[in-house]
């Protein structure tokens, strides 16, 4: 079975400031890895995959996540926040040879000037 | 943006009742599935289709059911509303089912 954690619900940071936002896998097979945002009253949308290749991987909006097999980790990251970055973001992974895609419980982030 | 159309958006019923929600796609892609979005447990999988006719239950599938008689339309029927089907529901679509999915807009159910 696969499984997502997200350890942080919720996590503050103040404008400008670097942030990290972690996620945890478990599968006995190989992934494919994604993170989602959820701006207020709207639906998700993607932020950025790892399928294959090289494990750090550049998204959109400053965005960026590195896939650590060892660690079974895909933790996002982002130099400097905005405000605009206020939002949820969702970790998601998908088993090779399965048609489903599994969310974590979603981490809030709050960005504060 | 994907064209992802949700409807009704917002909808309030009554224990009992048979209620469905509509999503329909102008992508023409293969892959539609129906996620609920509710407060400490992210999104769960209800259903999912994987071509017109073909469905397969997610891991929260009991008291729903889905049709797909066209690729552009995926309905989900809730046969007889309870209060824990009170929820946010998401349909997502993808064109390869590698994980990629475009999202609706959202339908919130309220079941009193």
């Known amino acids: 079975a696969q499984s997502v954690t997200q350890l942080d619900s919720q996590v503050p940071v103040f404008e400008e400031a670097p942030v990290e936002l972690r996620c945890n896998y478990s599968s006995s097979v190989s992934v494919y890895l994604f993170w989602y945002v959820q701006y207020p009253n709207q639906g998700l949308q993607l932020l950025l995959k790892?399928?294959?290749?090289?494990?750090l991987v550049k998204g959109i909006n400053g965005f960026e996540a590195e896939f650590n097999k060892s660690q079974t980790s895909f933790h996002l990251r982002k130099p400097s926040v905005h405000i605009s970055d206020t939002a949820e973001y969702f970790c998601?992974?998908?088993?090779?040879?399965?048609?489903?895609?599994?969310f974590g419980t979603g981490t809030r982030l709050l960005v504060s000037p | 943006d994907a064209g992802i159309t949700q409807s009704p958006r917002h909808k309030v019923t009554e224990t009992g009742t048979p209620v469905t929600l509509r999503c329909h796609q102008t992508?023409?892609?293969?892959?539609m599935y129906w996620y609920r979005q509710d407060p400490g447990h992210g999104l769960r999988l209800i259903h999912y289709s994987y071509g017109v006719k073909d469905t397969d239950k997610g891991e929260v599938s009991d008291g729903y059911s889905v049709s797909r008689s066209k690729t552009e339309d995926f309905l989900l029927t809730l046969e007889s509303a309870t209060s824990s089907q009170t929820s946010v529901y998401f349909c997502a679509i993808s064109e390869d089912g590698t994980g990629e999915l475009f999202f609706g807009e959202g339908s919130r159910l309220t079941v009193l």
């Open positions: 992508e023409n892609h293969r892959y």
């Open positions: 790892y399928l294959s290749g090289s494990t």
């Open positions: 998601a992974v998908r088993s090779t040879g399965f048609q489903k895609l599994v």
